[in-house]
């Protein structure tokens, strides 16, 4: 039960800030007839941010379907969701800080390349995006907690009767 409402925060957190990148967008008037909008596809680590967060959706919605129509789980079972759990949460958590890193390029600008500061002229923009990752490095630390939960899960199948439980039966 507890990673059941676990998977589902997880999910709203990664639907949330799939959509909050998807639908960031802001246009601007420059130079009196030069009309310039700024929106995720402009940076690839926001695009493919966007589909990492759906996939991971996804996969936790499937995760959830698979417990609830199969409950038991064999020790094969249960590396593979180990192992996906694990592979999730760190491709979740490298999608984040790849974005991450390209929108402190788009705040800070980077004169050796001769990049602007896209932050000074698209603020809302920039702050939408900002919150968006606030949701994704929480549902990062979800997915850690998931992961954890699963290999606690995974290791309590090769302990003896009473060594790994919480509660005595």
């Known amino acids: 039960m507890d990673t059941l409402v676990l998977r589902l925060f997880a999910t709203s957190l990664l639907v949330l800030t799939a959509c909050l990148v998807a639908f960031d967008s802001q246009t601007k008037l420059l130079f009196y007839s ?20 759906s996939a991971a959706a ?12 199969f409950p038991q789980m064999d020790k094969n079972l249960a590396w593979f969701g180990y192992l996906l759990d694990q592979a999730v949460a760190y491709l979740v958590f490298a999608a984040n ?35 968006a990752l ?10 850690a907690v998931i992961s954890s939960l699963s290999a606690y899960g995974l ?5 003896p009767k009473h060594f790994l439980q919480l509660k005595h039966q």
Do not use: E, P
């Open 34 to 53: 030069i009309v310039r909008k700024a929106s995720f596809r402009d940076l690839n680590a926001l695009s493919i941010l966007v589909w990492v967060d």
């Open 58 to 69: 996804a996969y936790n919605v499937l995760h959830i379907l698979r417990s609830r129509l």
């Open 97 to 131: 800080s790849a974005a991450l890193q390209g929108c402190v390029f788009a705040v800070s600008g980077q004169s050796n390349f001769g990049w602007m500061k896209v932050c000074d002229r698209y603020t809302r923009f920039c702050i939408q995006i900002g919150g």
């Open 134 to 143: 606030m949701c994704g490095y929480a549902a990062c630390l979800v997915m």
């Open 155 to 159: 290791f309590r199948l090769y302990s």
